[in-house]
């Protein structure tokens, strides 16, 4: 027999196969994978906001001196040192990231200067990368200040010939400023661009209240700020819980203005759009929604763009409102999005998660202040080696003549100098290197100063490395010299998304722009229907068919829905608008909706959604509906309900009072509460009454106080009289109905509600 247990991990020492079940392998190898592609690719350091590309173009570009000061260079040549040094990655993806590190469109503050084409907000590409040349901006430089001065960690590159920075000293609020776009492997971020200078004065706050709430932040941070404008319509608490959270979104819409043409005309005019959407393919679904008549009321759209967006809106009719124009675009295009926020980063281990604002402001300042530190003791161990050089200058000074003797005369100067000055080895290979001409009373004083100088430095940072609050009072500074540079009042720093509340219309697209007029709705006892313009009282001249006759008239307008209910227990709904017209006979009910020969429509009337029906059949089921649910949006209609056999729907009526009336064809009637009828939503129902022969002939609905009443033959209105010893529970069999009851048993003639 076989052994089909799988083998043991382990190694076969002769053949040097390691012997590994296929799923752990699996397992562990693809979760290595999606590791390197978390930390590796898709995520950003919280710390400096930037993903392991774009910190290496940034690297690269400082290695070839490519400062704001300095000219540009050729992408190509920072292209292939970011691949052939750092990222071993195809070229395209390098210079992709690079592109939109440059565009204004893209990013808020952009960290590369481009000079060429990069590409536009119309979606088209940049140019190849040995045509386009470029060079850091302010803000990318100050991402990389004090890198040389061991603010930072290093690693070894791919190939261990050379080393790059873990992280950059980041001296500007990138992660938030700028945002950051990334899938991973079964995660993601999205953060979108924020205002440097806002970002600046919540992190002066935090610095003062390390506990500050949210909504103290938020004071300070209004919300996002786009780089292409646009209005946020986001409700405060919705922003509120995003920001506490790191998830939620920001609906965002494009700017508009009107732009009166004369007599009465009048143009929209677009001029901002929302971020990361493309202008052209804006243009082309908005182009679409007029071909296809999906925005009938929009005559045309055009593209009148320059530098400056500019696009043109030309409404069918002036007598159109502008707002409820806009408001119908929004819902049908690109004009509103919804930038999403999920700020999950890599903290400062390295290890992702989701921050929320507080969190992430948090981490950039506590990246400061280790990188402070780090400068601080880098700088203060440099002041103690020239001081300690200083101080070996002096003693030669004071004692020269000693030193020339032993200089000339002994055969190891070095260590005599050492034995008989107390001196470091330093010290004495710095007096040993010393030059004649530098042994004068002038380079005496300058080393005394140097010295006193280097000495009170040292003491200060001594004191600053001691003490919490002066690194934060250091650290404040430069938060406040990062926000006088992007303040709200200079060009790249003035906001330029701003807030507005959310308009409050409520628009209906399939009847927003439909003249709204008084029609009648007619429709015979063989299934035709039309519209009559108006509201016709008197239909007596109305012509019918051969054999046809009237089976129901209602008023309606024309932005109605209009509901007809049939005898296989389904609803059907009707535009008032679609109709047909009152001309000839109308058209057959058959050929707009599914409705079988062998079933006819028993309920004809204009929807209203805070209404609940009493639907019941035949056999006598039935339940409760509510009318907002009935609604069919296929020609097959709504199955609502459920019908057996030989039975059939039979009525449909509104819910008008606390008592309900049922009567069978054996003319007994039973009469209880409304509450015992359950509302479902779709089904057979429960039993209404309890029959022996026949089933149920008629159904309603009264209130208490009014009593129970019938119509006629002759449309007279009559009373129940003692209508209380007709009442029992629901699926008794009821009483005989009084004398003078309807003989056709029914409550009302009227099938229409």
């Known amino acids: 027999m076989t052994d089909t247990k799988a083998p043991k991990s382990g190694t076969n020492p002769g053949l040097n196969i390691v012997i590994e079940n296929i799923d752990d392998a699996l397992s562990s190898r693809y979760l290595a994978y999606a590791m390197t592609t978390i930390t590796q690719r898709a995520l950003p350091d919280v710390r400096?906001?930037?993903?392991?590309?774009?910190?290496?173009?940034?690297?690269?570009?400082r290695q070839l001196k490519l400062n704001p000061e300095n000219s540009h260079k050729k992408c190509a040549r920072i292209v292939g040192d970011v691949m052939g040094q750092y990222h071993p990655h195809g070229d395209a993806s390098i210079?992709?990231?690079?592109?939109?590190?440059?565009?204004?469109?893209?990013?808020?503050?952009?960290?590369?200067?481009?000079?060429?084409?990069?590409?536009?907000?119309?979606?088209?590409?940049?140019?190849?990368?040995?045509?386009?040349?470029?060079?850091?901006?302010?803000?990318?430089?100050?991402l990389l200040e004090g890198l040389d001065e061991d603010s930072v960690d290093f690693k070894d590159t791919y190939n261990e010939e050379d080393q790059e920075p873990v992280v950059l000293p980041a001296g500007f609020p990138n992660l938030l400023a700028n945002g950051s776009q990334g899938i991973a492997v079964g995660m993601a971020t999205s953060i979108p661009p924020h205002n440097a200078a806002e970002l600046c004065n919540a992190a002066l706050h935090l610095i003062k209240a390390p506990n500050a709430r949210i909504e103290t932040l938020m004071e300070h941070v209004k919300g996002p700020?786009?780089?292409?404008?646009?209005?946020?319509?986001?409700?405060?608490?919705?922003?509120?819980?995003?920001?506490?959270?790191?998830?939620?979104?920001?609906?965002t819409r494009s700017r508009w203005e009107i732009e009166d043409l004369g007599r009465g005309q009048w143009q929209i005019v677009v001029t901002e759009i929302p971020y990361q959407v493309q202008k052209s393919r804006l243009i082309e679904k908005l182009a679409d929604l007029i071909e296809t008549k999906r925005a009938p009321w929009l005559a045309d759209v055009r593209d009148e763009s320059a530098e400056d967006i500019r696009v043109v809106l030309e409404p069918k009719s002036k007598n159109i409102e502008p707002e409820l124009l806009m408001e119908s675009l929004f819902k049908l295009?690109?004009?509103?999005?919804?930038?999403?926020?999920?700020?999950?980063?890599?903290?400062?281990?390295?290890?992702?998660?989701?921050?929320?604002?507080?969190?992430?402001?948090?981490?950039?300042?506590?990246?400061?202040?280790?990188?402070?530190?780090?400068?601080?003791?880098?700088?203060?161990?440099?002041?103690?080696?020239?001081?300690?050089?200083?101080?070996?200058?002096?003693?030669?000074?004071?004692?020269?003549?000693?030193?020339?003797?032993?200089?000339?005369?002994?055969?190891?100067?070095?260590?005599?100098?050492?034995?008989?000055?107390?001196?470091?080895?330093?010290?004495?290979?710095?007096?040993?290197?010393?030059?004649?001409?530098?042994?004068?009373?002038?380079?005496?004083?300058?080393?005394?100063?140097?010295?006193?100088?280097?000495?009170?430095?040292?003491?200060?940072?001594?004191?600053?490395?001691?003490?919490?609050?002066?690194?934060?009072?250091?650290?404040?500074?430069?938060?406040?010299?990062?926000?006088?540079?992007?303040?709200?009042?200079t060009v790249i720093g003035k906001r330029r998304t701003t807030f507005a509340d959310m308009p409050d219309i409520e628009v209906d697209l399939a009847t927003a722009f439909i003249t709204k007029e008084p029609i009648t709705v007619v429709m015979s006892e063989m299934g035709w229907i039309r519209t009559l313009k108006g509201k016709v009282e008197d239909l007596s001249t109305l012509k019918f068919k051969e054999g046809d006759g009237p089976a129901f008239a209602l008023h309606a307008m024309t932005t109605d829905k209009i509901i007809m209910f049939a005898s296989n227990g389904k609803f059907y709904t009707f535009s008032a608008d679609k109709l047909p017209g009152g001309r000839g006979n109308g058209e057959p009910i058959r050929l707009m909706v599914d409705l079988q020969d062998d079933h006819m429509p028993i309920g004809l009337f204009v929807h209203n959604p805070e209404r609940e029906l009493l639907i019941a059949s035949t056999d006598g089921y039935g339940f409760r509906v509510l009318e907002k649910d009935i609604i069919a949006s296929k020609r097959g209609g709504k199955q609502t309900l459920n019908i057996k056999g030989e039975a059939e729907a039979l009525r449909c009526i509104e819910v008008k009072g606390d008592k309900i009336a049922t009567i069978g064809q054996n003319r007994k009637i039973l009469i209880y509460d409304v509450s015992e009828l359950p509302v479902l939503g779709r089904g057979k129902g429960v039993r209404l009454q309890k029959f022996k022969d026949g089933g149920l002939a008629d159904v309603t609905t009264f209130n208490a106080e009014s009593g129970l009443s019938f119509l006629d033959a002759s449309s007279r209105r009559n009373s129940v009289a003692d209508w209380h010893l007709l009442e029992g529970k629901r699926a008794q069999s009821g009483r005989m109905a009084p004398r003078g009851f309807s003989r056709a048993g029914m409550f009302s003639l009227d099938k229409s509600l």
């Open 48 to 61: 400096d906001g930037l993903k392991p590309v774009h910190r290496r173009i940034l690297y690269a570009m």
């Open 95 to 142: 210079y992709d990231a690079l592109v939109k590190m440059s565009q204004t469109f893209s990013a808020r503050y952009p960290l590369i200067d481009g000079q060429g084409n990069f590409g536009n907000i119309d979606g088209d590409s940049a140019a190849a990368m040995r045509y386009t040349e470029a060079r850091m901006t302010l803000a990318g430089k100050a």
């Open 225 to 251: 700020d786009f780089p292409t404008g646009g209005i946020i319509v986001e409700s405060r608490e919705s922003m509120l819980e995003a920001y506490t959270t790191g998830r939620g979104g920001f609906k």
């Open 333 to 489: 295009s690109e004009l509103e999005t919804r930038a999403s926020l999920n700020m999950n980063v890599l903290d400062a281990t390295r290890t992702p998660r989701v921050m929320g604002l507080r969190e992430v402001l948090q981490s950039f300042l506590d990246h400061q202040r280790v990188v402070l530190q780090r400068r601080s003791r880098q700088r203060l161990g440099k002041i103690e080696n020239r001081m300690e050089l200083l101080e070996g200058y002096r003693i030669a000074f004071l004692n020269l003549d000693e030193v020339i003797r032993i200089i000339r005369f002994e055969d190891e100067p070095k260590a005599e100098l050492i034995k008989v000055f107390k001196l470091t080895e330093r010290q004495a290979e710095a007096i040993l290197n010393m030059r004649l001409r530098t042994l004068n009373k002038l380079q005496e004083i300058e080393i005394k100063t140097e010295f006193d100088a280097l000495a009170l430095e040292k003491s200060e940072i001594e004191e600053l490395l001691a003490s919490e609050p002066q690194q934060w009072s250091r650290i404040a500074g430069q938060v406040r010299k990062i926000r006088d540079e992007y303040g709200l009042k």
